[in-house]
Nanobody, 118 residues
Framework: QVQLVESGGGLAQPGGSLRLSCTAS????????MGWYRQAPGKQRELVAL???????NYADSVKGRFTISRDNAIHTVHLQMNTLKPEDTAVYYC????????????WGQGTQVTVSS
């Protein structure tokens, strides 16, 4: 069984920064795609950023230029550096992993709250 454990998140002021991390454990497989989704109250879960094992990235238009995704394949960890945060970034952020960047992976983290407010 695979587990994705997230850390980071919390409260930040507009314009501030936060860093999320997610580490896979258990029956580790080589996830080609690891990424972050988010879900705000009353809204659907949406892709924030995705990175393949080769380092190819994909970002939602709303976070381009502000968020950076990175991964360390050796320790099965993916990070999301979030800069210039906006109130509309407030959401629960979920780590996701799977075999293909073309579809949402089957493995999810438990979610971590990010709140951007003054």
């Amino acid at each position: 069984q695979v587990q994705l454990v997230e850390s980071g998140g919390g409260l930040a002021q507009p314009g501030g920064s936060l860093r999320l991390s997610c580490t896979a454990s258990g029956r580790i497989v080589s996830f080609n795609a690891m990424g972050w989704y988010r879900q705000a109250p009353g809204k659907q879960r949406e892709l924030v950023a995705l990175i393949t094992s080769a380092g190819r990235t994909n970002y939602a238009d709303s976070v381009k230029g502000r968020f950076t995704i990175s991964r360390d394949n050796a320790i099965h960890t993916v990070h999301l550096q979030m800069n210039t945060l906006k109130p509309e970034d407030t959401a629960v952020y979920y780590c996701n992993a799977g075999p293909s960047p073309l579809v949402t992976g089957p493995y999810w983290g438990q979610g971590t709250q990010v709140t951007v407010s003054s």
